[in-house]
Nanobody, 124 residues
Framework: QVQLVESGGGLVQTGGSLRLSCAAS????????MGWFRQAPGKEREFVAV????????LYADSVKGRFTISRDNAKNTVYLQMNSLKPEDTAVYYC?????????????????WGQGTQVTVSS
């Protein structure tokens, strides 16, 4: 069983930056693709970014491309999401998730384990 714990959320002004972290335990971290998703109030959970097992491949949602960067440190069992130029529409609970599959995916139902989420609020 894999446990995922997100941290780094908070309140930031428009244009600011935050770095989210997700620490994994209970499994072999380097065998999972890791994704970030978010869910705003009243909306469905949506894909943000994903990184392959060794970090060689990444995908981003169009809404965050050029502003967010996903990375991982397999030695620390941690995945990161650097968020720059934040906008009010980025306000959401951000979740990390682990995917045991081979191909990186944007699809929620491909992910096997989820964290509890961390709140990000961007004020205008």
């Amino acid at each position: 069983q894999v446990q995922l714990v997100e941290s780094g959320g908070g309140l930031v002004q428009t244009g600011g930056s935050l770095r989210l972290s997700c620490a994994a335990s209970g499994g072999t971290f380097s065998t999972y693709a890791m994704g970030w998703f978010r869910q705003a109030p009243g909306k469905e959970r949506e894909f943000v970014a994903v990184i392959s097992r060794r970090g060689g491949s990444t995908l981003y949602a169009d809404s965050v491309k050029g502003r967010f960067t996903i990375s991982r440190d397999n030695a620390k069992n941690t995945v990161y999401l650097q968020m720059n130029s934040l906008k009010p529409e980025d306000t959401a609970v951000y979740y990390c998730a682990a995917d045991l599959g081979v191909v990186v995916s944007r699809r929620l139902n491909e992910y096997d384990y989820w964290g509890q989420g961390t709140q990000v609020t961007v004020s205008s």
